[in-house]
Nanobody, 121 residues
Framework: VQLVESGGDSVRPGGSLRLSCEVS????????MAWFRQAPGKEREGVSC????????YCAPSVRGRFITSLDSAKNMVYLQMTNVKVEDTAVYYC???????????????WGQGTQVTVSS
């Protein structure tokens, strides 16, 4: 079982970035897949919104309308499309797996190694 993130980079405010998560060892169709992030000195935060109006507990209001999570079942891949990024989006981003019903960070049992996103001018 493995989650491998890629796509992290340095980007200017207002820019866009797409993160990818390659999943192996299980089917993403059988679990809840999400993205979390952690900035230095801050708690882990769910940033995985499936649409603009998503109110899932791991879809932070600060990213709603700017970040979209998508899944490709055929490729067993998970993506995070980030648009209109802000300096406060700087963090390590993690692809995570949870059982159906998972909501809080502690309920997601498998985490990738993370990929760094830095937003600065």
């Amino acid at each position: 079982v493995q989650l491998v993130e890629s796509g992290g980079d340095s980007v200017r405010p207002g820019g866009s970035l797409r993160l990818s998560c390659e999943v192996s060892g299980f089917s993403i169709d059988e679990y809840v897949m999400a993205w979390f992030r952690q900035a230095p000195g801050k708690e882990r935060e769910g940033v995985s919104c499936m649409n603009t109006y998503d109110d899932a507990p791991y879809c932070a209001p600060s990213v709603r309308g700017r970040f979209i999570t998508s899944l490709d079942s055929a490729k067993n891949m998970v993506y995070l499309q980030m648009t209109n990024v802000k300096v406060e989006d700087t963090a390590v981003y993690y692809c995570v797996r949870g059982v159906p019903g998972a909501a809080e960070a502690d309920e997601f049992d498998i985490w990738g190694q993370g990929t760094q996103v830095t937003v600065s001018s």
